[in-house]
């Protein structure tokens, strides 16, 4: 069965430390790969996604991520995070080489940000 | 662009009550997706249309939930009657159908009933 799993529900790092989440997924086919951030009270973002070639990707606010086929992993990096980053985030798959298709979402990580 | 605009944006209603929660899909979007999230199941996709045709609706719970697209700038989820264990967030999001493109969400309508 396709699925996303987000090992972390909540990670607290301190403002200006590094962050890493992870996400790992189950699925036929390479799928596309995507990194979505929600505010409080608000619609998903999109941060960054992967579809093919360079396995490492960058997204806004300074986010990237790492394809590792191997590891069927897609972890969502950033070297110094602010406290603007407090948010939830997703990691979500979609199907290959089908544009406007549904996307499955992982549950989400909390993240928060301590001074 | 207003992008996706979702209303209400907080609906509270008693057990047995209809609500039908509208969206305003981006203008051009062929594809248009109703998600679910609740804190026990995440992000769920109840059905999702294309030039307004429902074409997967495998995650409507039951049949007290039903969606329409009656044009391309428009839709509605209706649950009728609703139930407490409907309280979640809705979201809808919209996709242009072109490859590369990402989904587009609007705000979410949050629905408590009571």
């Known amino acids: 069965a396709q699925s996303v799993t987000q090992p972390d529900i909540h990670i607290t790092v301190s403002e200006g430390a590094s962050l890493e989440l992870r996400c790992n997924y189950s699925?036929?086919?390479?799928?596309?790969l995507f990194w979505y951030v929600q505010s409080p009270g608000q619609g998903l973002q999109l941060l960054l996604k992967?579809?093919?070639?360079?396995?490492l990707v960058q997204g806004i606010k300074g986010f990237e991520a790492e394809f590792k086929r191997s590891q069927s992993s897609f972890n969502l990096r950033k070297p110094s995070v602010h406290w603007s980053d407090a948010a939830e985030y997703f990691c979500?798959?979609?199907?290959?080489?089908?544009?406007?298709?549904?996307?499955?979402f992982g549950k989400g990580t909390t993240l928060s940000v301590s001074s | 662009d207003a992008g996706v605009i979702q209303s209400p944006r907080h609906e509270v209603t008693e057990m047995g009550q209809e609500v039908t929660l509208r969206c305003k899909p981006i203008?051009?979007?062929?594809?248009l997706f109703w998600y679910r999230q609740t804190m026990m199941r995440g992000l769920e996709l109840l059905i999702y249309?294309?030039?307004?045709?429902?074409?997967?609706d495998s995650g409507m719970p039951e049949d007290r939930f039903s969606a329409k697209m009656p044009n391309a700038s428009f839709s509605t989820l209706k649950i009728q009657p609703s139930e407490p264990r409907d309280s979640a967030v809705y979201f809808c999001?919209?996709?242009?159908?072109?490859?590369?493109?990402?989904?587009?969400f609007g705000n979410g309508t949050r629905l408590t009933v009571t």
């Open positions: 203008s051009g979007h062929d594809y």
């Open positions: 249309f294309n030039n307004n045709v429902p074409i997967d």
């Open positions: 699925y036929g086919a390479t799928p596309y």
């Open positions: 979500a798959v979609g199907p290959p080489n089908q544009a406007g298709t549904a996307l499955i």
């Open positions: 992967y579809f093919s070639g360079d396995t």
């Open positions: 999001a919209t996709h242009s159908g072109k490859m590369y493109s990402p989904l587009h």
